[in-house]
T-cell receptor, first 108, second 114 residues
Framework: AQRVTQPEKLLSVFKGAPVELKCNYS??????LFWYVQYSRQRLQLLLR??SRESIKGFTADLNKGETSFHLKKPFAQEEDSAMYYC??????????FGAGTILRVKS | EPEVTQTPSHQVTQMGQEVILRCVPI?????FYWYRQILGQKVEFLVS????????KSEIFDDQFSVERPDGSNFTLKIRSTKLEDSAMYFC????????????FGSGTRLTVV
């Protein structure tokens, strides 16, 4: 069965500190992984997808097939990064399976 | 930037009543989806829709649920007889292709069943 695990419900860091939001997945096929962000009361927005290997707003994520992980990282957190972050796995290319989400709070 | 629009943003309904949640997808998108998120739980896939028919649905999407695109622009989710456990945030998404990386999500409708 496909599953996405985000072990932390809440991650609180100080501004300027490094951030790592953890994501592990379980899927027998070839995974397509995404990070979505939801700022307060706003829509789910695509932040990153592993295929593109890009950096958005300073965030990066590397797919590690050996550890079945897709952790989201940023070297220096900013206050405007405070949001809910969801890791998601694409199943059969179209449907998304989401993790439970991690609230990131960046304190000044 | 084009947006997926959902109305209403919040709907309160009595248990047993029918409710229709509305979504206006991005105009050139062909694939449409509904997801829901019960408070404190994961975002879950409900249904995908293409070419005026359901292409896939989850076990959550039982006979109480239906979707349609009545006028070529709106994409609706109907719950026939609401239950307390239907209370959730419902997200609509649309995509040009049937690929997850192409999704654009709406801002959601919070449904509260009392």
């Amino acid at each position: 069965a496909q599953r996405v695990t985000q072990p932390e419900k809440l991650l609180s860091v100080f501004k300027g500190a490094p951030v790592e939001l953890k994501c592990n997945y379980s899927y027998s096929g070839s995974p397509e992984l995404f990070w979505y962000v939801q700022y307060s009361r706003q829509r789910l927005q695509l932040l990153l997808r592993h295929i593109s290997r890009e950096s958005i707003k300073g965030f990066t994520a590397d797919l590690n097939k050996g550890e079945t992980s897709f952790h989201l990282k940023k070297p220096f957190a900013q206050e405007e990064d405070s949001a809910m972050y969801y890791c998601a796995l694409s199943v059969y290319g179209n449907k998304l399976v989401f993790g439970a989400g991690t609230i990131l709070r960046v304190k000044s | 930037e084009p947006e997926v629009t959902q109305t209403p943003s919040h709907q309160v309904t009595q248990m047993g009543q029918e409710v229709i949640l509305r979504c206006v997808p991005i105009s050139n998108h062909l694939y449409f989806y509904w997801y829901r998120q019960i408070l404190g739980q994961k975002v879950e896939f409900l249904v995908s829709f293409y070419n005026n028919e359901i292409s896939e649905k989850s076990e959550i999407f039982d006979d109480q649920f239906s979707v349609e695109r009545p006028d070529g622009s709106n994409f609706t989710l109907k719950i026939r007889s609401t239950k307390l456990e239907d209370s959730a945030m419902y997200f609509c998404a649309s995509s040009v292709e049937d690929r997850a990386y192409g999704y654009t999500f709406g801002s959601g409708t919070r449904l509260t069943v009392v």
